[in-house]
């Protein structure tokens, strides 16, 4: 491990030295000992200033630790305070040496990326380049980058080195380096986690100096789990699971996690979550050799495995599954007929799973249909979410549902009931169901971004258009994939897993733990991503990790604001030389000329706030375009053209590996609410769903920041931007 540099000491030594030699003519002592003496007093009190949040928001300095493996992708981020509106180059530098630099345009922040070095431990600092300043000028804040070898990894919780004492966190008590030791002595490495609401890095890396740990990353929670716990939910245990999986998919061979807090057995596949008591114990009675040994096998089929498999397979505990075929259908009008003619084949099940329900011509037609099939002998199962499809909610029933109700060979089941108004609390209100799935007698899937309206499955040339038309009876874009093979068990045992755990029967022999293999289908590979709300993080990591294997290009396809996650892995793509392009759409339609159709205020509000979260991503390069689907001769809006809704949820990188499902690109998919997802390792797949998507976007209308239509809505998207309740929905 290398030696941490004296921090900043260089800088000080010069801007004292400055100071002391503008003196000179008052005092002609040598001033070089009070500058050895002052840049050792300040030294430390300025480091660990550096580490104050406010104070880097003024003065500037490198944002976090990082932990990585070698060659991986490494964020170099850095805020650059007040000295950045004055223009010149941020130079990165890890121990010492300069790694990237980056023109600074007035900009506030800056970040690049580098592939990360050769393991050990280096610190990070960036210093400000001006063409007309004699030498660089360092700012203060410094961090760690920890580049891990092949041993076992050992993350330590910051409880066991810090303890809350007013006025600030205190060395923890002495156990604390035997703990240390002992993990030392297994020939463990160490890291540090905090899971702590606030910044407490000052205090953190003092205590870890004083430890010996003064070179070991200490690892944060995100803002978007900053946020989740500001609003009273514990997501301690959320954050210990997708920081492990999330190194494990970069190749860390996590073998413990060491807190004083209680953690559920299982939490992470192969990783031991350990009390301080435990680790002792396991360190005198030869424990961690087991630690050991999977590291070894770790680092082995870590080297076999294909890149891409391996960080979905670790970040999402999902798993690869071959000999399927697989269909992408973006038109409505086809997804509408293909529905209704799986429905109609069917001869022994028809499982259906909806988060809404609306009164519509297709919900009418979807009834009348299951009816059908119930009275010919086939077992229909329809599992809707119970707030948004009304059912069983607060003891009332949907009365669209009743004559499903009456048929013997139909269940209803509500998912997530709200049953009395002991019910009616932030938790229950907004983790929700919100995965689309359909499966025919086992053997054929729809996983869908689609529910149960006319807007998902009227096609645009179906629906007259006129200039008063109401936002509610536009059609929006949406899309699902099709499965046949091997994968649509999973989706079937997955369906019935929530069948049961929502209370729903099931007869002997249909359990998700007993049903049978299928036969190939084809040759697509694909997976399938379930996260379930506030339990797990696997589709944020899904889509992160997607993202972050992107060496080309990536095309999004996503009309919700994208959480912080993942806007921050988008701009990494950017700060690569990834091209990114999004379409988007309009949550208030509007006419060709950008005006809004009739539309609900909060749709128009809803609107404002997603152009205002896209925008720092248009600013900084995404390509990004507003859906506008091909002339209609029952469109005579003015300009003859419509820019409606996009509700699919798409994410293709690179042309090989693609996701369609129900999970958006926000905070609500990403903590709240359980989603489903097909993730698609397939060319021949993401070739053709590329190309039709390369055909919408050559239709879609590209926004254009510096357009009038654009700067003539700024003051709305400011507005609606910064009240709206981002940790709830964005």
């Known amino acids: 491990m290398r030696e941490r540099p004296e921090p900043n000491r260089g800088s000080l030594r010069r801007a004292i030295r400055a100071f002391l030699d503008s003196q000179s003519e008052r005092d002609p002592e040598e001033p070089g000992q009070l500058v050895e003496v002052a ?77 990360a070095p050769a393991p050990g431990s280096y610190a990070i600092a960036v210093e400000l380049v001006r063409d007309d300043a004699q030498r660089p000028a360092e700012l203060i804040g410094r961090r760690t980058l920890q580049v891990a070898d092949a041993r076992p990894m050992a993350l330590i919780d910051a409880e066991l080195l810090l303890r809350e004492a007013p006025p600030a966190p205190a060395l923890a008590e002495p156990s604390a380096h035997a703990l240390i030791s002992a993990l030392n002595d297994a020939g463990l490495a160490i890291a540090v986690f905090d899971l702590h609401l606030e910044d407490r890095s000052a205090a953190l890396h003092e205590a870890m100096a004083q430890l010996g740990l003064g070179m070991a990353a ?30 494990q998919a970069k ?95 069917a001869r022994e099940s028809v499982h259906l799973q909806f988060y809404i329900l609306r009164p519509s011509e297709f919900l009418e037609r979807l009834i009348v249909a299951l009816i059908h099939r119930a009275r010919a002998g086939v077992r229909v199962r329809l599992m809707i979410d119970a707030l948004y499809s009304e059912e069983e909610l607060l003891g009332r029933l949907n009365p669209l549902l009743h004559s499903l109700r009456a048929e013997a060979n139909i269940e209803l089941l509500a998912v997530e009931r709200i049953e009395s108004a002991q019910d009616v609390e932030l938790t229950r209100l907004k983790r929700r ?130 959480v912080s996650t993942l806007e921050r892995a988008i701009l990494c793509l950017l700060a690569r030389g990834v091209r990114v392009e999004l379409l988007t759409g309009s949550a208030a339609a509007r006419r060709a000329d950008g005006s809004f159709f009739p539309a609900p205020l909060h749709r128009t509000l809803f609107e404002h ?22 002339p209609s001769p029952l469109n005579v809006a003015r300009g003859g053209r419509v820019r409606p809704y996009v509700h699919a949820k798409i994410v293709s990188v690179d042309g090989r590996v693609a996701s369609v499902g129900s999970a958006n690109l926000d905070a609500t998919a990403s903590f709240w609410e359980s989603e489903a997802n097909v993730v698609i390792e397939d060319e021949n797949f993401c070739r053709d769903l590329e190309a039709e998507l390369r055909e919408v976007i050559a239709q879609a209308v590209p926004i254009d920041p510096s357009s009038e239509a654009w700067r003539s809505e700024r003051a709305q998207r400011a507005v609606v931007g910064a009240l709206w309740p981002g940790s709830l929905y964005s």
């Not at 998902?456 to 008063?468: A, M, S, W």
Request: glycine share 8%.
């Open 39 to 115: 840049a050792r007093a300040l030294g430390p009190t300025l480091e660990r200033w550096s580490r104050s949040p406010g104070l880097r928001r003024l003065i500037g300095g490198v944002e976090r630790d990082v932990l990585t493996r070698p060659g991986e992708w490494v964020e170099l981020e850095a805020k650059l305070g007040v000295a950045g509106k004055f223009g010149g180059r941020a130079r990165f530098t890890l121990a010492g040496e300069a790694v990237a630099e980056i023109e600074l345009e007035a900009r506030g922040e800056v970040r690049a990326m580098i592939r």
């Open 218 to 247: 200490a690892l944060r929670y995100s803002t978007d789990q900053q946020d989740l716990e500001r609003l009273g939910v514990d997501v301690d245990q959320l954050f210990a699971q997708r920081a492990v999986r999330k190194l």
């Open 433 to 562: 169901d919100h995965r689309k799935l359909v499966i025919v007698d086992g053997l054929r899937a729809l996983v869908s971004g689609r529910n149960a309206s006319d807007e998902y499955y009227q096609g645009f040339d179906e629906v007259p258009i006129h200039d008063n038309t109401r936002h509610e009876r536009i059609p929006w874009l949406d899309a699902h994939v099709e499965v046949a093979g091997p994968l649509v068990r999973e989706i079937q045992a997955n369906f019935l897993e929530t069948w049961r755990d929502q209370g729903g029967s099931l007869p002997r022999g249909l359990g998700p733990e007993s049903l049978p293999e299928l036969e190939p289908a084809g040759e697509v590979a694909a997976r399938l991503v379930v996260h379930r709300g506030l339990a797990d993080a696997n589709g944020m990591a899904m889509y992160e990790a997607l993202l972050e294997l992107a060496e080309d290009h990536v095309i999004i396809v996503n009309d919700f604001p994208i």
């Open 609 to 630: 706030m997603v152009k205002a979260r896209l925008e720092p991503l248009l600013l900084a390069g995404v390509a990004i375009y507003e859906f506008q689907p091909p």
């Open 251 to 345: 190749g860390v061979a996590i073998a413990a996690v060491v807190s004083p807090r209680a953690w559920p057995a299982g939490l992470v596949a192969e990783v031991d979550f350990l009390s301080p008591e435990q680790v002792l114990a396991h360190a005198h009675g030869q424990g961690f050799r087991a630690a050991h040994e999977r590291a070894r096998a770790f680092v082995a089929a870590r080297e076999r495995a294909d890149p891409l498999t391996w960080r979905l397979d670790r970040a999402t505990a999902s798993t690869l599954v071959a000999h399927n075929a697989v269909h992408a259908e973006l038109d409505n009008r086809r997804a509408r007929e293909r529905l209704f003619e799986l429905i109609a084949a």
